[in-house]
């Protein structure tokens, strides 16, 4: 069973940056879509990024000009880039790797950022 493993969340101050990172444990085939997705208290999940495997990105309107979703695929790897951050990215965020009859998610990184 291939697993995803997030890291690279933390405490940042408004205006800062994080990059997150996801790794999978095994090879993911192609075609696929890898993105990243959040869920703040008392929210439903929604989606910040994707990626596919032609690196056609699609992002969220909030995170627009802010977020760079990137892939390694020698790595079977997803990163985002998140400049600017304001309070209301505080979320846990996850990674998601798609595919015919693949649905994977990590297990969530923290993002909290401060006024």
């Known amino acids: 069973q291939v697993q995803l493993v997030e890291s690279g969340g933390g405490l940042v101050q408004a205006g800062g940056s994080l990059r997150l990172s996801c790794a999978a444990s095994g090879s993911i085939f192609s075609p696929n879509t890898m993105g990243w997705y959040r869920q703040a208290p008392g929210k439903q999940r929604e989606l910040v990024a994707a990626?596919?495997?032609?690196?056609?990105?699609n992002y969220a309107d909030s995170v627009k000009g802010r977020f760079t979703i990137s892939r390694d695929n020698a790595k079977n790897a997803v990163y985002l880039q998140m400049n600017n951050l304001k309070p209301d990215d505080t979320a846990v965020y996850y990674c998601?790797?798609?595919?015919?009859?693949?649905?994977?998610w990590g297990q969530g990184t923290q993002v909290t950022v401060s006024s």
């Open positions: 998601n790797v798609r595919r015919i009859r693949v649905d994977l």
């Open positions: 990626i596919t495997s032609g690196r056609i990105t």
